[in-house]
């Protein structure tokens, strides 16, 4: 079976930034498959050459057998979108939208009903059809998209951060229909994302950084990669902590999150010869199993909420700049 | 719990037929009659909007309503010694108000692309496998609808300022109505695909609305001006659409030769008379080539 994506080589230049430096992999037909990174890390920029929004600089991207530059209006009608900003018109109902792009998207009129029906009873918003989307609240909004995204039965479906800007629980019920419908429709989905628990539904992962994959494999291989648990600990002193952990147990250590982080295999065992061994005073301490977190760390020596931090100094730091001419 | 995974289970079925049914709703490939379909969704959620927002349509009539019943009326006991006898100052402006009353409405339907862009609904069409050109047309055939709608509320008051409703008078308005409103959208959807701000588009279009209407001769006749202004009215697009609605208005009223000379003369280019067809064809002409220029800068987005 043809791979549903498969990218070779693929960068893309803004100016002096090179938003994506040089990425390959490939996605099988019915897979889930996330893109998992900081804000800025160019997910958006290659969720975009995949949609044809945009020409990558060089490489070559296919999407459902198609190629994104030569056949783009192939893959248009083969792809489903959702983008991280709602894209609905608010005076319409929700099945004016979902008429609207079916007439675009050239869906058979015959059709049209029943597929209709089908997509909007899967988001659970059938009996709400006829309302107008401004008073959707923000979750059913979404769900609207995605209906919309399916409506013409596409055979890869894009989700850029399709939970952002929703509350947690709104969060979880997103995902409910996203898993629902991978049971449902003979679909491939591509979807990116920043939020580590929310990469755990996907088959497959890609963590990118700074325009590159650093990491690509199941959840599972992943995190059985790394093998070591997370230990945090709070101390009265963290440099002079960071020391010893590095003289007494050859622990290289860093500070993540405001809190003194290691890894170390069989954390629960670890703590007490911590505490009896270590010579500055320990405040709290806390021991995890391998998350995406962790394993995003070990790729790329951050965690991803240091990362993203460190690009809201760089646009604060920009933005101060601005100010002060 | 239970009752979803009964559901679930019932629907399995019909599930099923359904999905090897609908995998092959497979999109057609792109055709001429795709295109078309685009054009005409386009265009009827333009109308779709319009019948939605009552207000609007009634707020831009204010305007029109203002100009001649207030203005027309006010400066018709003064404008009574110029007037051939028998003819209302009103009934002169009427047709240049009326080309007024969808002045407004055709240039800011355009807006909505602004505000499209603004709320991502753009997106959704420049995405979609269809060619720029259906989306930019629908856009300006659907403004140009919902602008001739207005245009005929206002053409009900034809009889207040005493212009007859003969039918075909009333098909030639709404005719060279439907003209000017495509063009006028052309015009708005150009500037909105270069402006990105709602202020912006706003200000701009205000600063060439009330312009084009008062160089138009909508409230004055066009021959005996000083030569500056003369020069400014034939520059004007506006002139080569009310001219042909007033000689239109003045073709079916009862008025003498000399009255209408004095009224309705025409455009003149240093004496000679502009045909109306021309006048017609120039402002045809004009909008289609503003929609062209408007389809290829859409082209040129993402």
Same mark, same amino acid.
């Given at each position: 079976?043809?791979?549903?994506?498969?990218?070779?080589?693929?960068?893309?230049?803004?100016?002096?930034?090179?938003?994506?430096?040089?990425?390959?992999?490939?996605?099988?037909?019915?897979?889930?498959?996330?893109?998992?990174?900081?804000?800025?890390?160019?997910?958006?920029?290659?969720?975009?050459?995949?949609?044809?929004?945009?020409?990558?600089?060089?490489?070559?991207?296919?999407?459902?057998?198609?190629?994104?530059?030569?056949?783009?209006?192939?893959?248009?009608?083969?792809?489903?979108?959702?983008?991280?900003?709602?894209?609905?018109?608010?005076?319409?109902?929700?099945?004016?939208?979902?008429?609207?792009?079916?007439?675009?998207?050239?869906?058979?009129?015959?059709?049209?009903?029943?597929?209709?029906?089908?997509?909007?009873?899967?988001?659970?918003?059938?009996?709400?059809?006829?309302?107008?989307?401004?008073?959707?609240?923000?979750?059913?909004?979404?769900?609207?998209?995605?209906?919309?995204?399916?409506?013409?039965?596409?055979?890869?479906?894009?989700?850029?951060?399709?939970?952002?800007?929703?509350?947690?629980?709104?969060?979880?019920?997103?995902?409910?229909?996203?898993?629902?419908?991978?049971?449902?429709?003979?679909?491939?989905?591509?979807?990116?994302?920043?939020?580590?628990?929310?990469?755990?539904?996907?088959? &497959?992962?890609?963590?990118? $950084?700074?325009?590159?994959?650093?990491?690509?494999? =199941?959840?599972?291989?992943?995190? /059985? *990669? #790394? !093998?070591?648990?997370?230990?945090?600990?709070?101390?009265?002193?963290?440099?002079?902590?960071?020391?010893?952990?590095?003289?007494?147990?050859?622990?290289?250590?860093?500070?993540?999150?405001?809190?003194?982080?290691?890894?170390?295999?069989?954390?629960?065992?670890?703590?007490?010869?911590?505490?009896?061994?270590?010579?500055?005073?320990?405040?709290?301490?806390?021991?995890? &199993?391998?998350?995406?977190? $962790?394993?995003?760390?070990?790729?790329?020596?951050? =965690?991803?909420?240091?990362?993203? /931090? *460190? #690009? !809201?100094?760089?646009?604060?730091?920009?933005?101060?700049?601005?100010?002060?001419? | 719990?239970?009752?979803?995974?009964?559901?679930?289970?019932?629907?399995?079925?019909?599930?099923?037929?359904?999905?090897?049914?609908?995998?092959?709703?497979?999109?057609?490939?792109?055709?001429?009659?795709?295109?078309?379909?685009?054009?005409?969704?386009?265009?009827?959620?333009?109308?779709?909007?319009?019948?939605?927002?009552?207000?609007?349509?009634?707020?831009?009539?204010?305007?029109?309503?203002?100009?001649?019943?207030?203005?027309?009326?006010?400066?018709?006991?003064?404008?009574?010694?110029?007037?051939?006898?028998?003819?209302?100052?009103?009934?002169?402006?009427?047709?240049?108000?009326?080309?007024?009353?969808?002045?407004?409405?055709?240039?800011?339907?355009?807006?909505?692309?602004?505000?499209?862009?603004?709320?991502?609904?753009?997106?959704?069409?420049?995405?979609?496998?269809?060619?720029?050109?259906?989306?930019?047309?629908?856009?300006?055939?659907?403004?140009?609808?919902?602008?001739?709608?207005?245009?005929?509320?206002?053409?009900?008051?034809?009889?207040?300022?005493?212009?007859?409703?003969?039918?075909?008078?009333?098909?030639?308005?709404?005719?060279?109505?439907?003209?000017?409103?495509?063009?006028?959208?052309?015009?708005?959807?150009?500037?909105?695909?270069?402006?990105?701000?709602?202020?912006?588009?706003?200000?701009?279009?205000?600063?060439?609305?009330?312009?084009?209407?008062?160089?138009?001769?909508?409230?004055?006749?066009?021959?005996?001006?000083?030569?500056?202004?003369?020069?400014?009215?034939?520059?004007?697009?506006?002139?080569?659409?009310?001219?042909?609605?007033?000689?239109?208005?003045?073709?079916?009223?009862?008025?003498?030769?000399?009255?209408?000379?004095?009224?309705?003369?025409?455009?003149?280019?240093?004496?000679?008379?502009?045909?109306?067809?021309?006048?017609?064809?120039?402002?045809?002409?004009?909008?289609?080539?503003?929609?062209?220029?408007?389809?290829?800068?859409?082209?040129?987005?993402?």
């Amino acid at each position: 079976m043809n791979p549903a994506i498969s990218v070779s080589a693929l960068t893309k230049r803004y100016g002096d930034i090179e938003a994506v430096r040089g990425i390959d992999f490939e996605v099988a037909a019915g897979e889930t498959f996330g893109f998992l990174g900081p804000n800025g890390a160019g997910k958006s920029t290659t969720i975009k050459i995949l949609c044809t929004l945009a020409d990558p600089t060089s490489g070559t991207a296919r999407v459902a057998g198609h190629d994104v530059i030569k056949e783009r209006d192939t893959v248009r009608r083969n792809i489903g979108l959702v983008f991280q900003d709602t894209t609905l018109d608010n005076y319409l109902t929700g099945e004016q939208n979902l008429r609207f792009h079916a007439d675009l998207y050239g869906v058979p009129k015959a059709a049209f009903g029943p597929r209709l029906r089908q997509v909007l009873e899967m988001v659970g918003l059938w009996d709400r059809r006829e309302s107008a989307v401004s008073t959707y609240s923000g979750g059913m909004q979404r769900r609207l998209e995605i209906a919309r995204g399916l409506l013409h039965a596409p055979r890869v479906l894009f989700l850029d951060e399709p939970t952002v800007g929703l509350d947690p629980q709104t969060r979880v019920s997103i995902w409910e229909y996203i898993n629902e419908l991978k049971n449902r429709e003979d679909i491939t989905i591509f979807l990116t994302t920043h939020y580590m628990d929310e990469a755990e539904n996907c088959d &497959r992962i890609a963590i990118i $950084d700074h325009g590159k994959i650093v990491a690509i494999d =199941t959840p599972e291989a992943l995190k /059985a *990669s #790394i !093998g070591k648990d997370r230990v945090q600990i709070s101390t009265a002193d963290d440099p002079a902590a960071i020391r010893a952990l590095a003289e007494v147990f050859g622990l290289d250590a860093g500070v993540h999150e405001g809190l003194v982080t290691f890894s170390v295999e069989s954390g629960e065992q670890f703590v007490p010869r911590l505490f009896a061994r270590l010579p500055v005073a320990i405040q709290s301490v806390s021991v995890s &199993r391998p998350s995406l977190d $962790d394993v995003f760390m070990s790729y790329t020596g951050k =965690t991803i909420r240091d990362a993203e /931090a *460190s #690009i !809201g100094d760089r646009n604060r730091r920009i933005a101060t700049r601005f100010a002060r001419r | 719990m239970a009752t979803k995974d009964m559901s679930a289970e019932g629907a399995l079925e019909t599930e099923e037929r359904n999905l090897t049914e609908l995998i092959r709703v497979a999109v057609p490939e792109r055709s001429i009659r795709a295109d078309l379909r685009a054009v005409s969704i386009v265009w009827r959620r333009e109308l779709i909007r319009f019948r939605s927002d009552r207000l609007r349509a009634i707020t831009s009539l204010v305007q029109p309503v203002l100009f001649l019943f207030i203005l027309g009326t006010g400066l018709s006991r003064l404008a009574a010694r110029g007037m051939p006898p028998g003819v209302d100052f009103q009934t002169f402006i009427y047709p240049g108000v009326l080309a007024m009353s969808v002045l407004f409405t055709a240039i800011f339907s355009a807006a909505s692309i602004v505000w499209d862009r603004e709320f991502g609904f753009l997106r959704e069409m420049l995405v979609a496998p269809v060619r720029r050109w259906a989306i930019v047309i629908g856009k300006c055939l659907g403004g140009a609808t919902v602008a001739t709608i207005q245009g005929i509320i206002f053409l009900a008051l034809a009889g207040v300022a005493h212009v007859p409703y003969d039918p075909v008078l009333l098909l030639t308005l709404v005719g060279e109505l439907l003209l000017l409103s495509f063009t006028l959208t052309a015009f708005g959807v150009m500037m909105a695909a270069r402006i990105k701000q709602i202020q912006a588009f706003m200000a701009l279009t205000q600063m060439f609305v009330l312009p084009l209407f008062f160089l138009s001769g909508a409230l004055y006749p066009l021959s005996g001006l000083p030569s500056w202004l003369t020069v400014l009215t034939r520059i004007d697009p506006l002139t080569y659409i009310v001219d042909p609605m007033r000689h239109a208005v003045f073709d079916h009223l009862a008025v003498s030769p000399r009255a209408l000379d004095a009224l309705s003369p025409g455009v003149t280019w240093n004496g000679w008379v502009v045909p109306l067809g021309l006048s017609l064809a120039m402002v045809a002409a004009m909008g289609l080539a503003m929609l062209g220029v408007a389809i290829a800068e859409f082209r040129k987005t993402e």
